[in-house]
């Protein structure tokens, strides 16, 4: 349900206003006269194709069978879209023509990393095409479906990595990396992979691994893909279900490390992700979304469990497929709002693609919506975590950089956002390596490409991060980042699934290390059984986690001793229990 949806607020005129390098500005200027594409540029002639199996039971049975063996690794189960590869069973697959998706899954879009499936045979195809249509308006189901009987671990034969790249074989809590711009190989030594994860159950002796003093309780189950989650002023979690739609409330920590009460603030969004709290401080008045197309606001005092009043739309975004989560965040004087729009594609050139318009950046807004501008660009995508440094107010982000140029490249980072900088995308990355895929362009920003300030294992998809402002922890945790990784899938063997730290050792800068902090959520080369993407501080100290593999949320706190045991035993047996009340209550929604 949308309330009081107004027209776009930043029709291209607006962009006149924005201030930016006068390098931008040209290529902004260059993309506002582009056409409206077809689905990704397919020829008109493409729309001409019949489907002969439109509608045809027999043909969705079949298709469903060819894109669990050929799509689903990637595009996830019944086409809900894993990691950063687009969902087909909702967005611009939905709109586009039968005729338009089988010219694209024939093609395919080999450098953004959909493999071209010419040498499937052509009623295969159709089939396949005649399922994903048949996918539009289905629910999505509660649970990951796919997690069934348990799996018995295949050893992986391949070669230990050469460091500082590592592996799930070797990711350890506690073990200290870094990757730094000398590290990097040269483009496609190795082939680029096709390693997307198969989701299975968490194996009954399989639970997070933190280093020695922590440990980690299991503070919700049964939940529907729930991705980003933050502490509201008054210590309520407040979590984005995307798939689901949903906006969820947690209170509390009960002494079993259970909510003490769970609702649903807000229901009926359109892939909701970022959350934000406003004005930043104690007494906020607002709760903004940052849903896949737009940014909404909905009233909010402390305390509240339900939206108390309609939403306001605050400003559109640019949504066209591709990366579709937004993270919102604003500056500690309230004067302005950020948004991250990851790109449309994998590495296209904008000046080429108009879907790219406004993507790949950094947007800055007034808090309603107005004077939008670029405020930091060619950074592939950092939707998944944008962070205030609440000792200097600095922006931080999380950011998932390009597939498709081997095992290790290119490395995915978490930095410090300069005001009008420029990180790479797509022609550069890593400062001044050129992307072989646009070799010789743009030669005079090779020098203006900014290096970011920890680089991380290429593919490991990092999303949320927040700064540590606890005393729960040991001293020396006080001001660290921690980032949820949600793992690989463009990586022979597959790196991420995992929660780091990023030490800033009192200062106000990243030395370029990471350490491994929460391990353990990967069965095999082939299976795993969760996958980070949220993470939040508690009042108390310690850090939720959120995992869209298992659907639960993880609470990592610190005891000063080795009881990660103990503390399995009794969730294993209270968490049934609890998260059934719980959920029960956050499922009766109120809007
Ligand atoms: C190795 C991973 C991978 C596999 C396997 C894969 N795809 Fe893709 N697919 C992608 C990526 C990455 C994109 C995004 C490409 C882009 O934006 O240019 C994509 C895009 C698409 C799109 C366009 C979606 C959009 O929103 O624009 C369709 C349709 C699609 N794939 C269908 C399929 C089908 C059908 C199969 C199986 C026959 C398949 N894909 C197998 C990775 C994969």
Known sequence: MKVGTIPPRFPSSSLCAVRLTSLALIFLASMLFAQDAHFHNAPASSNQLKNPYAGQQAAVTAGSKL????CGSCHGIKGRGTGNIPALAKGPTQSASDGEVFWFITTGSVDNGMPAWASLPEQKRWQIVTYLKSLKNTPSAPTNDSA???VKPVKTNAA???PPYTDFRYEQPGKVRKITAQDLPAPYVTE???NGPQLAARPR???????TGFSVQQYMTGLDNPRLIR???????FLAESSSGKIKVFRGITADGKPERAETFAAGLNEPYGIAFYPPGKDPQWVYVGDTDSVLRFPYKNGDLKASGPEQHIADLPHAGGHWTRDVQFTTDSRKMFVSVGSRSNVDDPEANPEEKNRADILEFNPDGSDMRLYAYGIRNAGGGLAINPKTGELWCSVNERDGLGDNLVPDYITHVEEGGFYGWPWWYIGDHQDPRHEGKHLELKNKALVPDV?????????EMTFYEGTQFPAEYQGDIFASQHGSWNRSVRAGYEVIRV???QTSRASGEYEDFVTGFVIDNRHVWGRPVGVTEARDGSLLVTDDGSNSIWRIRYTGSDSQQHERERNDTTHGRANRAANNAANRTSR
């Open 160 to 162: 230990p990595p050469q």
């Open 192 to 194: 680029s992979a096709s």
């Open 455 to 463: 680089l991380l294992q290429p593919h490991n998809a990092s999303l």
């Open 205 to 211: 002796d399989a639970w997070p691994k933190a280093p």
């Open 67 to 70: 894109y669990a063996m050929n």
């Open 231 to 237: 502490t509201a002023p008054n210590g309520d979690f």
């Open 148 to 150: 069934s009987a348990e």
């Open 503 to 505: 030490p800033l050792h």
